[in-house]
């Protein structure tokens, strides 16, 4: 049994990396960026090519995979959500058509398959990226198999928490997002510039994405499109955990990895699936605003 | 001196302000007065850049403003205590009054002069803003504009709805930060009373555009019953 709550642990951790990001940008910004996931697959691809052209391994792609996707998602907001702030509909659509064109250029292999070049690790084709042979050893630590890679998911991500609680509660930049969570015309009233520290949280969250990218593709094949199902993960957590908390999301993401995980080994993947939607149902249905929404007057 | 020449200011597609001129000459209070939603809160809005869209010239000291986002007009010297205050119920008070440092650059502190005027804040640096009475949420809200070092406070209604020993007291801090620390204040004011009291002059609002303007002391009886009384 420890043995599965081990994994659901590691599956709950790879669910708050993604989930963090939506939950700050969602909070701070209102926005609902569709292309989440696609962030999560471009930091998975940069461990896919940084490993082939760079033999780069797990170590160096991680921080690699935080700039590279911090960058795209900087790009999307300067270039179509700063243009539709206050309008969530449109920006749900827009971010949903750009998550379709990152998908497409990898499957297309930014345009160049049109003229017979391939590039190898793009392309429709799945991916593997090598995970360091002493992360895959199984050892041993008091008769308890302990299996390493899950556990250096589970270390990155209480890391990047820690740093994220860090960043929200104990520096100015952070002081200035939760005031713009909260009220962002009293904020701008106050002197923070609402758009430049939006920008910066934007990327923020997207580099944890691309982070989270890459934990991914330790255990998962890489495709592009395996972000399509992770923003809905991410939103399930943001939903129950309360928009802009960061302990309801540590919570919620514990919560759905767990029950996610427990369900798929003792039954299956699709039996887990429905659990999961249902917990979700009942709990917006108990508290529509989540298990952590900071109160409002 | 903070002057507005010929402002119109919009939510969307309706117009709130109508080629609103009016001038609050420096080191004074300007009395905004009128009835309920001609435009007076609009109109602090609009000067620092929180509706919508804005035409026509604003300007503070003779520099230009208009185009500026709302943030750097704050970091000017213009620091709002908006209408309902405003206060974020979840951060402590000293993390409230800290926002306003923002606008002032430098290290965030708290202003020297907050202690004077409101020692309850002083002594409750740590508990929440929302458990605040109306009153002390009105104390926390103007301590927070202090902190943006302003050279002008924006004060919209500051005394609504708060009880009736407090009021005073607010009363008697707005003549204070005028006259001591010679701030510009703009405030918008149902009380006429207190209004003639305090400001140099007024601004009579009606149909989101200045109707009166004038010394205070021009501000007639009739003026008041024709443009005030409901």
Known sequence: MSEILFIGLSLSSILLLIALGLSITYGAMGVINMAHGELVMIG?????????????????ALPLAFVVSALVGLGLEKLVIRRLYGRIIDTLLATWGVAIILQQLIRLEFGLSFFGIHIEGLGPGLQNMDVPAFLTQPFEIAGIPIQPYRSFIIVVTLLLTLLTWFLMYRTSIGTQVRAIMRNPQIAAACGIDVRRVSAFTFAYGSGLAGIAGVLLAGFKTVMPDMGASTVVDGFLVVVVGGVGSLLGTVLASALLGQINGVFAILTNDILARAVVFGVVIAIILWRPRGLFAFKSR | MLSLSNVDSFYGRSQALHDMTVTAPKGEILAILGRNGVGKTTLLRTILGLTDRSEGVISLDGEEISARPTHERARAGIAYVPQGRMIIPDFTIRDNILMGGFAAGGPRRIPDIVPELFPY???NLDRPGGVLSGGQQQQLAIARALACKPAVLL????????????????EEIIIRLNRELGLTILLVEQNVTFARRAAGSFVMVEHGTAVETGRIDLLSDDMVAKHMAI
Request: aromatic share 12%.
């Open chain 1, 44 to 60: 998975a691809y940069t461990a896919v090519l940084s490993g082939i052209y760079l033999n780069l391994n797990l170590f160096f």
């Open chain 2, 155 to 170: 004060m919209d209604e500051p005394t609504e709805g708060i009880q009736p020993n407090i009021v005073e007291q607010i």
């Open chain 2, 121 to 123: 804040l002083m002594d």
